[in-house]
């Protein structure tokens, strides 16, 4: 009898637990609505004022919102390069009354701009580690890398580099500015590399 009561336990754990997983899966899924959400934390004053949406180059009015939910969904987190909004002396350069927000995810760039990057981005790399538990020097020279959207671990960004070939990178965004050190780490003043690689 103890056991049909564990087993039963046990399926309603684990089916509450698959409610759950499910449930976060559903939640991370990039739609307007949560485009919205994320605009509002990057600018609380955003007023949403006859808003135009550039997502990747082509503009969409907010009554697209099918569209944009479809264009978002289609591309997603993962592809996620960058969320801006023009400012006002910004939208009066392109002669615009609308709100606009712009949308970057990461496509196929083209070779030779590839390239360039990938060789720029190789010799920014230039601190040699010899193991994995070696803190950043103090005089650290390397950008923060991301490849994938994950965090390549300072002692070995220079060996995933290497390992990376041009067939093999998708995208490519380098920011050889300084970035939020609270965000990014300590090498964050070095500049940040984001690289996606290409979709299997």
């Not at 987190?77 to 939208?91: C, G, M, N, Q, T």
Request: hydrophobic share 40%; aromatic share 12%; with cysteine.
């Amino acid at each position: 009898m103890a056991d049909k009561a564990f087993i039963k336990m046990k399926f309603l754990l684990l089916t509450f637990f698959f409610c759950v997983t499910q449930a976060t899966l559903n939640a991370q899924q990039l739609d307007k609505r949560l485009l919205d959400e994320k605009v509002k934390l990057i600018d609380s004053t955003f007023r949403f004022k006859q808003t135009m949406y550039v997502i990747n180059g082509i503009p969409y009015s907010a009554a697209d919102s099918v569209t944009i939910d479809s264009v978002l969904l289609a591309n997603g987190f993962k592809y996620l390069v960058s969320i801006d909004i023009l400012k006002e002396a910004a939208r009066n350069l392109m002669h615009n009354n609308n709100d606009v927000i712009l949308v970057t995810f990461a496509y196929n760039q083209k070779l030779k701009r590839k390239r360039e990057l990938f060789r720029t981005v190789r010799q920014r790399f230039v601190d040699n580690y010899v193991s994995f538990s070696q803190h950043f020097f103090t005089d650290a020279k390397d950008p923060v890398l991301y490849i994938d959207n994950l965090l390549i671990h300072h002692t070995e960004a220079k060996e995933k580099l290497k390992g990376l070939t041009l067939k093999s990178v998708y995208y490519i965004d380098y920011n050889d500015k300084a970035v939020s050190t609270e965000h990014y780490g300590q090498n964050a003043k070095n500049g940040l590399v984001r690289i996606w690689t290409a979709p299997k």
